[in-house]
């Protein structure tokens, strides 16, 4: 199994928990490890370079390096990405919506092979899954926010 690690935030970042979708800086989970990194880029005030290596019983890969650029409107006043939390997770995710406005979320996780294991609705709260069942793996975690379908992977480890 492959993982990613983050690496090479720019300054000025701050460790925080909750995000804070107004801040200026970038923003990260106190919980981050090389294997389990959530970065916020902050309300639009800087941009910069975030560092991913892929990492393997064999070692550690190559460095790329990705440039984030903001619009000075901090992304056009696009809904925040709800991140799950803990990512890893053992016997339970969460997904905060509580930033959302009012309405029904779907949530859908489907295995390495596109099979749906986990569907869901909930309003703007935090919706707390059960992984209990699913099998150590990487999952695939999908929400649609009433915009758009924003997928994310998720790791279940028990």
């Known amino acids: 199994m492959q ?4 690496g090479g935030y720019p300054y000025p970042f701050d460790i925080v928990n ?5 801040n200026d800086n970038w923003q990260m989970f ?9 970065v916020f880029t902050g309300y639009g005030a800087n941009n910069g370079f975030v560092q991913i290596m892929g990492v393997n019983k064999c070692g550690i890969g190559p460095a790329v390096y990705l440039e984030v650029v903001h619009e000075n409107s901090g992304g056009g006043g696009q809904l925040p ?10 016997n339970e995710v969460n997904l905060d919506f509580s ?3 009012e309405g029904t979320y779907y949530i859908y ?3 390495i092979y596109g099979i749906l294991k986990y569907y869901g609705e909930t309003s703007n709260t935090v919706k707390t899954i059960n992984t209990v069942d699913l099998p150590n793996g990487l999952y695939f ?9 924003i997928q994310m992977q998720l790791l279940v480890q028990h």
């Open 18 to 22: 909750p995000i804070d979708y107004f």
């Open 99 to 101: 930033e959302y406005p």
């Open 109 to 111: 996780i489907y295995d």
């Open 141 to 149: 975690l999908n929400y649609y926010n009433g915009l758009e379908i």
């Open 30 to 38: 106190p919980n981050n490890t090389r294997f389990n990194n959530h």
């Open 3 to 6: 993982h990613l690690t983050f």
């Open 81 to 90: 990405i709800v991140s799950p939390y803990p990512n890893a997770a053992d």
